[in-house]
């Protein structure tokens, strides 16, 4: 299967980080196609999807709202690395899903 897919779930006051998609394996990069994050909390928040801890797609998330991106071009991770989101801020609650696809190099 070629398709991947992570969920996550940032429940904490300050800086937080949440592993979405794990390292695919040797020689095998994972694309982000799309990303949705929900912030239930009242105050504004900036999230960082990540490739590993290299930052690669900001996304400002307003208070009691969300954000949904479909990448024209596929988001590209690094070979065997794992995909994370990264709270800046302080939020009680942060829902995060991605989706996209594993290819060789």
């Avoid at 969300?66 to 709270?87: C, D, M, Q, R």
């Avoid at 800046?88 to 829902?95: D, E």
């Amino acid at each position: 299967e070629d398709i991947s897919s992570g969920q996550g779930t940032i429940s904490s006051s300050g800086l937080g980080t949440v592993q979405l998609i794990a390292a695919a394996g040797a020689g095998i990069k994972t694309y982000l196609t799309d990303a949705t994050i929900g912030n239930s909390s009242g105050t504004f928040i900036m999230v960082n999807l990540t490739d590993g801890t290299t930052k690669k797609w900001t996304f400002p998330v307003p208070s009691l709202g969300g954000v949904t991106a479909h990448f024209k071009t596929p988001l590209p991770g690094s070979a065997n690395t794992y995909w994370a989101a990264e709270a800046t801020g302080s939020a009680s609650s942060l829902a995060i899903s991605v989706a996209g696809f594993k290819s060789k190099i």
